[in-house]
C-alpha cells in the first residue's frame, strides 16, 4: 500500500528515460547491436589474448618491463571503472525517483554492497589461497620419496658456507662460538636446492653440545633468523641484487634460501588473482551487455559501444596478463579468454531478447541492475587496488627501479583518466 502511494505521489514524466524524449529508432538500434556484439567481441579477444601470446615473445613477456607498465595502465581502467562508472551507475539506479522512498532513499544501498563485496572478494581471495597452498603441499606425495632416492650431487661452497657463517653470527643471533669454523658447521656439503630446513637441521646436527642455559637461547636465535632470512626474501630489498652478483662467483644465489617458498606462494597468488579477477569482470559485463541490448536509442548506444570497447580491451589485457602470469595450462587459458570474451557480448543477445518485455525504469529493474552493479563496484574496486597494483607497486622490482617507478605511475594515472574521461559520453 506504502508503495502505490508513493508512486501516485510522483508524476509519470519522472519515471521516463532518454529513449522515450525522442531518440527511439528500432531498427538503427538494432543494427547498432548487432554490430556492438562483433565489436566488442573482437576487442575483449584482442585485449586478453595479446598477453597470452606475448609471453612467447621477448618484448611482452609477463615479467618485461613493456608488460608491466602496459598492466598498469589496464589497473587504472579497471580502478576507473569501479569508482566512475559502476559506482554511480548503481547510486542512479537505487536512488530512482521511480523507487519508494523507504528503504532506497534512507539509506546509501550502493556504497554498503560495495563494501560488504570488497569483504567477500577478500575472503574468497584467502579462502582460494589458503586452498592452493594445502592443494600444492599434499599434491605430489612421491615427491619427498623421489629427492631421497635421487638426491642431487653434493657440491663443494666454502665460500657460500663463509658467507651463511658471517649471516648467522650477525646482529648479536650468533649461534657458533669463534672456535667453531664455517668447514665444520657445513661438513656436509648442501645441494643449491637444499631449502633453509634442511640448513637448520644441518646445523644443529653439526654444531657442539652447549651449555643447558644456553643450548634454548641459541636454538631459537637460529630459528628466528631462518624465519626472518624466509620473510626478508619475501618482500626483498634492493641490496639482494648486490648480493647476488657477489654470490653469483661461487655459483649459488642470495634469493636461493627460501627462493623455492617463495615461488610457490606467488604462483598460488597469481592463479586466485586471475580467477577472482574473471568473477568480478563475468558479474558486471553481463549487466552492462544486458543495458546496451534492451536500449532502443542510437543516443545511448553510441557513445555506450565506444565506451565498452575501450573498457574490454585494457580490461582483457588485464586478465590476459594474469592469466599468463599465473602459468596455465593452453586448454585453461584459452577457456578463461573465451569466457572473457563472449560475457558481453552474450549480454547484449540477451538484451536484444528480453528488450521488447523489459522496462528499464521498473522497480525490479532497477534494483537488480543497481545491486549488480553495486557489486561490479566493490569487486573491481578490491581487485584493481589489492591484486593488481599494490601486488606490483609495492613489490622489490618496482622499488628498486626508479624509470619504472615513473613509467608505471603515469601509465596507471593515465589509464585512470582516460576510462574517467568516458563518462563525460556515457
Known amino acids: 500500500m506504502w508503495e502505490e502511494e508513493a508512486l501516485q505521489g510522483m508524476g509519470q514524466g519522472d519515471c521516463t528515460g532518454v529513449d522515450d524524449l525522442g531518440c527511439r529508432n528500432k531498427t538503427l538500434a538494432l543494427d547498432l547491436k548487432g554490430g556492438a556484439i562483433a565489436l566488442i567481441m573482437g576487442y575483449s579477444a584482442l585485449g586478453v589474448a595479446l598477453p597470452l601470446i606475448g609471453r612467447r615473445t621477448q618484448w611482452l613477456k609477463p615479467d618485461g618491463n613493456l608488460f608491466f607498465v602496459a598492466k598498469s ?28 522512498r523507504f528503504p532506497w532513499h534512507k539509506f546509501p544501498f550502493p556504497g554498503f554492497i560495495a563494501m560488504l563485496a570488497s569483504l567477500v572478494t577478500l575472503v574468497i581471495d584467502f579462502v582460494a589461497t589458503e586452498f592452493y597452498e594445502t592443494q600444492h603441499n599434499h599434491g605430489d606425495p612421491d615427491a619427498s620419496a623421489k629427492g631421497a632416492s635421487n638426491p642431487e650431487p653434493a657440491v ?100 636461493e634460501i627460501g627462493a623455492s617458498t617463495n615461488e610457490v606462494l606467488e604462483h598460488v597468488r597469481h592463479v586466485v588473482v586471475a580467477q577472482v579477477l574473471e568473477l568480478g569482470i563475468v558479474a558486471h559485463s553481463v549487466i552492462i551487455g544486458v543495458t546496451l541490448g534492451v536500449s532502443e536509442s542510437p543516443c545511448t548506444i553510441r557513445p555506450l559501444l565506444a565506451a565498452l570497447s575501450f573498457h574490454q580491451f585494457f580490461e582483457g589485457f588485464a586478465l590476459g596478463g594474469c592469466i599468463a602470469q599465473a602459468g596455465f595450462s593452453y586448454s585453461s587459458a584459452v577457456i578463461m579468454a573465451c569466457c572473457f570474451a563472449i560475457t558481453t557480448p552474450a549480454g547484449i543477445g540477451i538484451g536484444i531478447g528480453i528488450s521488447s518485455s523489459y522496462n528499464e525504469k521498473s522497480s525490479r529493474s532497477l534494483i537488480v541492475e543497481g545491486v549488480f552493479d553495486s557489486i561490479s563496484a566493490g569487486i573491481l574496486v578490491y581487485m584493481s587496488l589489492v591484486d593488481l597494483i599494490a601486488a606490483d607497486f609495492l613489490s622489490k622490482r618496482m622499488r628498486c627501479n626508479r624509470k619504472l617507478q615513473f613509467y608505471s605511475y603515469a601509465s596507471l594515472i593515465t589509464g585512470c583518466f582516460a576510462m574517467s574521461a568516458l563518462a563525460i559520453w556515457t
Open 156 to 255: 663443494d661452497m666454502p665460500a657460500h658456507a663463509q658467507m651463511l657463517y658471517k649471516t648467522f653470527t650477525a646482529c648479536g643471533r650468533g649461534i657458533y662460538s669463534a672456535k667453531r669454523s664455517p668447514s665444520r658447521i657445513f661438513g656436509k656439503a648442501r645441494s643449491k636446492s637444499a631449502s633453509e630446513q634442511d640448513l637448520v637441521q644441518s646445523i644443529e646436527q653439526s654444531k657442539e653440545p652447549l651449555p643447558e642455559g644456553d643450548r634454548k637461547v641459541h636454538i631459537i636465535g637460529m630459528r628466528e633468523h631462518a624465519e626472518s632470512h624466509r620473510h626478508s626474501h619475501a618482500e626483498g630489498t634492493c641490496k639482494d641484487q648486490t648480493d647476488d652478483k657477489v654470490l653469483k662467483h661461487v655459483g649459488y644465489s642470495h634469493n
Open 73 to 100: 595502465f589496464a589497473a587504472g581502467v579497471i580502478l576507473a571503472t569501479g569508482f566512475v562508472h559502476m559506482l554511480p551507475s548503481a547510486m542512479e539506479s537505487l536512488t530512482s525517483q521511480c523507487l519508494p
